[in-house]
Structures are given as structure tokens and as C-alpha cells.
């Protein structure tokens, strides 16, 4: 059974930095891709940024220019570098696996705490 641990979360300042890292346990049979989905306070889960095994990336237009994914194929392992961080930004950050014809499995959730 596939398990996503998440690490990186904290409170910060505007326009400081944090990287978030997603590491998968378990057998990953066929092809998959991994992502970060955010969940501001009274707002639904929405996505942040997601990327392929080749390395193609979405990222949603609010953290364009400001956030980075990337991600080791070796460690089954998703980094989130987010730099010039806003109050908006503020939320749980959640990863995901997406394992084609195998479903997908979310972490637990990490907060990420920007004061202005």
C-alpha cells in the first residue's frame, strides 16, 4: 500500500521561503504523477501544482513565477519551492499520487502559515 509523508510546513513572513517535500512508501506499479493541492482557511481544496514522470508541470496562475515542483524518480519524492510567499498563501498543502489504473493516495497534510 502506497503512503505519502509530507515535511516542510511553518509559519513565516511575506516574501520569505519554505520547501515542502512529499516522499511515497509502498510499491508504484505503472506510471503516476505527483502534485501539491492547497486548502485556505473557508476555501476548498484546490490545486497548486502538479508533475509528471517525464517532468511536465501545471501550475496554478496564483503561484506562477513564485513556486517550483520538482521531483526525484529514485525517491518517489515531490518537492514544493515556494518563494515570495503571501498571506494567501496560507493553507494545509496536501500531496498526492495519482497511480494510473491503481487510484490515488493523499497525505496527511502540512500547514503553511504566512503572516503579513
Known amino acids: 500500500q502506497v503512503q505519502l509523508v509530507e515535511s516542510g510546513g511553518g509559519l513565516v513572513q511575506a516574501g520569505d521561503s519554505l520547501r515542502l517535500s512529499c516522499a511515497a512508501s509502498g510499491s508504484i506499479f505503472g506510471t503516476y504523477y505527483m502534485g501539491w493541492y492547497r486548502q485556505g482557511p473557508g476555501k476548498q481544496r484546490a490545486l497548486v501544482a502538479i508533475?509528471?514522470?517525464?517532468?511536465?508541470?501545471t501550475l496554478a496562475d496564483s503561484v506562477k513565477g513564485r513556486f517550483t515542483i520538482s521531483r526525484d524518480n529514485a525517491k518517489v519524492t515531490v518537492y514544493l519551492q515556494m518563494n515570495s510567499l503571501k498571506p494567501e498563501d496560507t493553507g494545509v498543502y496536501y500531496c498526492?499520487?495519482?497511480?494510473?489504473?491503481?487510484?490515488?493516495?493523499w497525505g496527511q497534510g502540512t500547514l503553511v502559515t504566512v503572516s503579513s
Open positions: 498526492k499520487i495519482a497511480i494510473t489504473y491503481a487510484g490515488e493516495v
Open positions: 508533475i509528471t514522470e517525464s517532468g511536465t508541470t
